[in-house]
């Protein structure tokens, strides 16, 4: 079992629709939850990073942590064409040097 | 520019050869990581710097692959003997100890081998 399983979709949506992205992680060793978004052909960038269980917000997009069901979201609100891309769950341990844990990505199509 | 970067962007080698990339990674950041990517899945980690000292090594980084940060600032990834099964992006990216969780990527290297 990989140490972060996610739907490789391929989702695609209408412009202005609300994405749901999940993942799931079998370690609870890990403390630190993010979400990359990556462009084809191009690195991973940050989109969010979170601590603890609960939400977090930043504009349109809300990150949310359940650590007794091991499982992340992530909701994009009045999805955008922009949008379209492979977002990845990513987790990280405690300790500083531990590298960062990818899944296998979400390629999401926002259709205008 | 300030952030990671990488070169070159793209390299395609005959199989047999040997390919050396390099990875300049944010000023300030004394961590360096080497990730590779195949089509489909997420980034796999390869090996992981603080400074020069290379502390960290996955299964994945098989003989013929060898990385170095001699002074601390930039890296590079060798391959010898290059294998079909070695044509993937190779992702560098470096963090800041003590600082934030998360590691800033380059635009990543994209070797093909035929």
């Known amino acids: 079992q990989k140490e972060v399983e996610q739907d490789p979709g391929p989702l695609s949506v209408p412009e202005g629709a609300i994405v749901s992205l999940n993942c799931t992680y079998s370690?609870?060793?890990?403390?630190?939850f993010m979400w990359y978004r990556q462009y084809s052909r191009k690195g991973p960038e940050l989109l969010m990073y979170t601590y603890s269980s609960g939400n977090k917000e930043d504009g349109r997009f809300t990150a949310q942590v359940d650590k007794s069901s091991k499982y992340i979201s992530l909701f994009i609100r009045d999805s955008q064409p922009s949008d379209s891309a492979t977002y990845l769950c990513v987790k990280k341990g405690n300790r500083g040097n531990t590298p960062l844990v990818f899944g296998k990505g979400t390629r999401l199509s926002v259709i205008a | 520019d300030t952030g990671v970067s990488q070169d070159p962007r793209h390299k395609i080698t005959k199989r047999g050869q040997n390919v050396t990339f390099r990875c300049d990674p944010i000023s300030e950041h004394n961590r360096l990581y080497w990730y590779r990517q195949t089509l489909g899945q997420g980034p796999e980690f390869l090996t992981y710097?603080?400074?020069?000292?290379?502390?960290?090594k996955s299964r994945l980084l098989s003989d013929r692959f060898s990385a170095e940060r001699p002074k601390g600032s930039f890296s590079t990834l060798e391959i010898q003997r290059t294998e079909q099964g070695d044509s993937a992006m190779y992702l560098c990216?470096?963090?800041?100890?003590?600082?934030?969780?998360?590691?800033?990527f380059g635009q990543g290297t994209r070797l093909t081998v035929v």
């Open positions: 370690n609870s060793a890990f403390q630190y």
């Open positions: 990216a470096s963090s800041l100890a003590g600082g934030r969780p998360e590691a800033f």
């Open positions: 710097f603080q400074n020069e000292a290379q502390l960290e």
